[in-house]
């Protein structure tokens, strides 16, 4: 067992095969390399990433497939060495959610920066994809094109 402590959640307790290992870090964060994947609500799509190095940091996470049917990333080969990975079909992929205080409408994802996580090896590594991506993709547009409205079959990474 691991013993962890959150701000958000107080002290618990884990599974050892539960802990993620980021290498790396994450961007902004890098000496947070431990997390946890916690549930928001069983209900819910949402989960939190929750760092066991640092306990104030954690980030809502999602699968971008619930929202955005076309996101297909191609996840680059340093970032496949780094999680030990052979197949991207392999991984599990998750964006970073950005919650405004006082309005849960204005709900972004950050599809540049995903994370990548091979579920065998426990590794993950957040990657940075093209510019193409936005980092304030919106979980709830108010007026794009229907083209572009959230819909939710599966996302891949390849």
């Known amino acids: 067992m691991v013993q962890c402590h959150s701000t958000r959640f107080g002290a618990f307790s884990i599974q050892e095969e539960s802990v993620l290992t980021v290498p790396t870090g994450l961007l902004g964060f890098p000496d947070s390399h431990r997390f946890v994947i916690l549930d928001h609500d069983t209900e819910a799509p949402f989960k939190w990433f929750q760092s066991i190095d640092e306990p104030a940091v954690a980030f809502v996470i999602m699968d971008p497939a619930v929202f955005h049917a076309s996101y297909d990333i191609q996840v680059p080969a340093d970032a496949m060495a780094e999680v030990k990975a052979t197949d991207s079909d392999d991984l599990i992929v998750s964006v970073v959610l950005t919650i405004p205080s006082g309005d849960p409408t204005g709900i972004t994802a950050n599809l540049r920066g995903p994370l990548v996580m091979n579920p065998r090896t426990k590794l993950c590594k957040q990657v940075v994809l093209s510019d193409d991506y ?6 709830f547009p108010q007026s794009q094109p229907a083209a572009l409205q959230p819909v ?6 390849r």
């Not at 936005?134 to 979980?139: A, G, I, K, S």
Request: net charge positive; hydrophobic share 25%.
């Open 152 to 157: 939710s079959p599966a996302c891949s990474a």
């Open 134 to 139: 936005p980092t304030r993709y919106p979980l």
